[in-house]
């Protein structure tokens, strides 16, 4: 089981990028049913929650430092989700990680560990 991340790049303040996660393999081809979320870890803190999609409901979540700039959707493809980020600014330099999990509650899909897959994170640089 793979899921890959991609979009990363650096950027100044005020900038957007669009990061992607992709799933692939025999046991996750498809985040039909899953929960798949966004999280970020800058250099010394802990693994951050940014945002997460329900695939079955299209109901999305954002961190209250993401709101209003970040949008998280599926893409056509059935193993594939985007991320827009709009407003870029340094403190959200960060590598970002996609991961995926099914039968997460509401109140606990800001927790890494309820996840069972991860891709291997893409780095966001953003520039005062």
């Known amino acids: 089981v793979q899921l890959q991340a991609s979009g990363g790049g650096m950027v100044q303040a005020g900038g957007s990028l669009r990061l992607s996660c992709t799933a692939s393999?025999?046991?996750?081809?498809?985040?039909?049913?899953?929960?798949v979320a966004w999280f970020r870890q800058a250099p010394g803190k802990e693994r951050d929650f940014v945002a997460a999609i329900r695939w079955s409901s299209r109901h999305t979540y954002y961190s209250d430092s993401v709101k209003e700039r970040f949008t998280i959707s599926r893409a056509n493809a059935l193993n594939s989700i985007n991320m827009e980020m709009n407003n870029l600014k340094p403190e959200d330099t960060a590598v970002y990680y996609c991961?995926?999990?099914?039968?997460?509650?509401?109140?606990?899909?800001?927790?890494?560990?309820?996840?069972?897959?991860w891709g291997q994170g893409t780095e966001v640089t953003v520039s005062s």
């Open positions: 393999g025999r046991t996750l081809n498809s985040f039909s049913a899953y929960t």
């Open positions: 991961a995926a999990g099914k039968g997460i509650i509401l109140s606990a899909q800001r927790t890494p560990g309820q996840y069972d897959y």
